[in-house]
T-cell receptor, first 115, second 110 residues
């Protein structure tokens, strides 16, 4: 099983809303990632969690707040987003972090539209 | 800094072989990857190759790595309409990141 599950698949939110994206994996992976992908662009790294601790924050605005409640779950809390934050948000996981030579598996993504 | 380059478009006739090329800059990359993204979907890991390998074959897919030239290619034999997608080349970097190319859109001609 190489599945990374993301919910919801689609989310429309207003600029004053608070919402969360959820990601789950049961592969025993210890590294989890959030990526943002705009149309016709490659994914851009946002956050990396390694052993449930935040190891990389790619200077992401504070209106995006990641959380790793346990080794299987990764959340992305959204608050006061802007229309330009509309994108596909991809969660990924790997056995260890990328430099340790482990393949990264992606979920299907959550399509976010900010209105 | 690290960079991954690939051509943006490729058109191939159904049944022919597709070859998607990629160049990268980080010679310390441990792994190099090919991901497939169909419209409206997430990224599917197609295949990957260790940096100490020259070639990897998996059914219709053949990955060739020229480490000296930092060149990676993906060959898809007997290309089918279901292969129509964007293919991302990616490399692992020393600081726990995956660096993606801009993606090659593969278009299949009937």
């Amino acid at each position: 099983d190489t599945e990374v599950t993301q919910t919801p698949k689609h989310l429309v939110m207003g600029m004053t809303n608070k919402k969360s994206l959820k990601c789950e994996q049961h592969m025993g992976h210890r590294a989890m990632y959030w990526y943002k992908q705009k149309a016709k662009k490659p994914p851009e790294l946002m956050f990396v969690y390694s052993y449930e601790k935040l190891s990389i924050n790619e200077s992401v605005p504070s209106r995006f707040s990641p959380e790793c409640p346990n080794s299987s779950l990764l959340n992305l809390h959204l608050h006061a987003l802007q229309p330009e934050d509309s994108a596909l948000y991809l969660c990924a996981s790997s056995q260890e972090t990328a430099d340790s030579g482990n393949t990264i598996y992606f979920g299907e993504g959550s399509w976010l539209t900010v209105v | 800094g690290e960079d991954v380059e690939q051509s943006l478009f490729l058109s191939v006739r159904e049944g022919d072989s597709s070859v998607i090329n990629c160049t990268y800059t980080d010679s310390s990359s441990t792994y190099l990857y090919w991901y497939k993204q169909e419209p409206g979907a997430g990224l599917q890991l197609l295949t990957y190759i260790f940096s100490n390998m020259d070639m990897k074959q998996d059914q219709r897919l053949t990955v060739l790595l020229n480490k000296k030239d930092k060149h990676l290619s993906l060959r898809i034999a007997d290309t089918q309409t279901g292969d129509s997608a964007i293919y991302f080349c990616a490399e692992s970097s020393r600081d726990d990141k995956i660096i993606f190319g801009k993606g090659t859109r593969l278009h299949i001609l009937p």
